[in-house]
């Protein structure tokens, strides 16, 4: 799968997670470079998220090159359950939740 | 790592990779395993009878069912099983893989073939492709490698086209290898994409892939005039000895997976918890030792199954609890496994063409499981029918193979999930509109 696909995907599974926590008036950026790309997603929602510990727990998952080009297609599919975020996790390299009431805000940085 | 009050919150992931350590002790778990398996076959019996043994499983045309302990030896399907595994984790091993779950299910699965079809001559060039296609996308070989141990479930085809054909040797082993190194190169681009059709809800999804190479190949083949039945020989003669190394196994690796957990349970309630759905792994959840034990809990449940049947374990039983093992650190636990065992058991017992100890019925329960995570993520019910389907379907999808393909169960598994996964997620989808419709009213 394409580096552009791939980001295509993350941020298809990050919008869902922003769609089920109720979070409103979400921007997107994605940014390509030499090494890699970054997604940011930005919402507005008075109350974090329950879930937050949950999901950083998930996106922790070390990084796995032997799973992840196999495994890449269940990403963004109709099903975004705990297993999807744990695939996202070990996908990416790094993330960065943030909640300043009221932004909430997720990025996540890939290398090639 | 976190500054946290009720305005602000800034989290940073924090990724540890596993320590050298940790890896090389998972490591040598497998190669213990896979020594434990030689040596069973070494102890058994003479050099002679046991290379004499070995000559018939690598020559033999290996579609479904053949037994390698009835067809080679009691030993040499051993020392066939401990050898082929043992290489695929030294291939691992060079490779700096670390050890999760998809690898595990993956050896074990090699380790369970390989007392029904797979061997040293017909699973290296799938494995070879494999490497060819890594080569060809310009990815490293690491990347492939579950595939390519998983694909061998396709290695029939190699012995058939080698051995099964009547083709004078200097061209049938060209051809059989041939045919193998492209089943290698079509197999992890297919096997991704195919994900898609059952949404992560059959863990055997290579088997499903090669249950789609092997139909088409079946068809050509037999569009040609040539002829590709099933096989059913089985061996009923070691059900004993069978018996007691899959207890000791085991007892073993539950007793290795509580000292390695520390002498606790920890871990065990999180796995029982999740659905099984793909991908769940459960060394990244719960760690190695509370895996072990999770496996080794399955393996009994499923040891307890063939009793409970009173079936005769032969090679193909043996192969089939041991590649539901290996996905017990992949998604299967008994809570989502059972349900499953419990539907096909029933189903076997009610319908009239179906004894519930036959071979194909005992193979049909155990491999179920695959379908564990509808069980876990729609519940029991949902559990019991896919159960009620795979039974109903899993006879009848080996005739579009002919036995080429090993996986048989995960071809009937990928079809039960592709039917029922988006039918539950529309009965479910509608009883939430409804639900939040009604409390709208109220």
């Known amino acids: ?112 | 790592m976190a500054k946290n009050n009720s305005q602000t919150l800034f989290l940073h992931t924090d990724k540890k990779q596993s320590n050298m350590a940790e890896k090389n002790r998972s490591y040598y778990f497998l190669i213990g395993y896979c020594l434990i398996l030689i040596m069973i076959g070494f102890l058994s019996e003479p050099v002679t009878t046991l290379w004499a043994g070995m000559t018939r499983i690598l020559t033999s045309p290996s579609n479904l069912l053949t037994d390698y302990i009835e067809l080679g030896t009691f030993g040499s399907a051993f020392v066939n099983s401990g050898l082929l595994t043992l290489i695929s984790v030294l291939l691992a091993k060079k490779e700096k893989i670390p050890i999760n779950g998809p690898m595990i299910a993956a050896l074990f699965t090699v380790s369970g073939c390989s007392f029904f079809g797979k061997n040293l001559y017909n699973s290296i060039p799938i494995i070879i492709g494999g490497l060819c296609y890594a080569k060809i996308v310009k990815k490293p070989f690491s990347q492939f490698i579950v595939v390519s141990l998983f694909g061998s479930a396709l290695s029939p085809i190699i012995s058939y086209l080698t051995f099964g054909i009547s083709l004078p040797l200097v061209q049938s082993i060209p051809l059989g290898c041939f045919v193998g190194v492209f089943i290698g190169l079509i197999l992890p681009p297919l096997a991704s994409h195919v994900l898609t059709f059952h949404q992560g809800f059959s863990l055997y999804n290579v088997g499903f892939t090669s249950g789609l190479i092997a139909m088409m190949f079946t068809g050509i083949l037999r569009m040609f005039g040539w002829k590709i039945e099933g096989k059913n020989l089985v061996s009923t003669a070691f059900h004993t000895k069978l018996l007691f190394f899959l207890l000791f196994l085991f007892l073993l690796m539950f007793f290795v997976g509580f000292v390695v957990n520390h002498f606790s349970l920890k871990g065990m309630k999180e796995i029982s918890k999740t659905s099984g759905k793909l991908i769940t792994d459960f060394i990244s959840i719960a760690g190695i030792g509370a895996t072990m034990m999770n496996m080794a809990l399955m393996g009994l449940l499923l040891v307890g199954y063939t009793q409970l049947s009173h079936s005769t374990l032969n090679g193909p039983i043996v192969g089939a609890i041991l590649s539901a093992v290996g996905f017990s650190a992949f998604g299967n636990h008994i809570l989502n496994s059972l349900p499953l065992l419990v539907s096909v058991f029933f189903t076997a017992q009610f319908s009239s063409v179906f004894a519930v100890d036959q071979t194909t019925v005992v193979l049909a329960g155990i491999f179920a499981t695959g379908l564990a995570p509808i069980a876990g993520f729609y519940g029991i019910i949902f559990g019991l029918i896919a159960g009620f389907l795979h039974m109903s379907l899993v006879t009848n999808v080996s005739y579009l193979h002919g036995g080429l393909n090993l996986y048989n169960n995960g071809f009937s598994t990928g079809f039960v999930a592709a039917v029922m996964v988006p039918l539950l997620d529309n009965i479910l989808q509608i009883r939430k509109v409804k639900q939040h419709a009604r409390k709208r009213q109220s």
């Not at chain 1, 980001?7 to 979070?23: G, K, M, P, W």
């Not at chain 1, 790309?37 to 109350?47: A, L, N, P, R």
């Not at chain 1, 963004?76 to 996908?91: A, I, N, S």
């Open chain 1, 1 to 112: 799968m394409q580096e552009r696909d791939k980001a295509r995907r993350i941020v298809d599974e990050l919008l869902t997670y922003f769609f089920s926590n109720d979070i409103e008036e979400i921007r997107i950026g994605v940014n390509f470079t030499s090494e890699g790309f970054s997604v940011e997603i930005q919402g507005k929602t008075e109350q974090e998220p329950d879930s937050v510990l949950h999901l950083l727990e998930l996106l922790n998952t070390p990084r796995d090159l032997s799973i992840e080009s196999y495994y890449d297609e269940l990403l963004g599919l109709t099903h975004h359950e705990e297993e999807d975020y744990h695939l996202l996790g070990l996908m990416i390299d790094e993330a960065e939740i943030s909640f300043d009431t009221p932004i909430f805000e997720i990025k996540v940085y890939r290398k090639k």
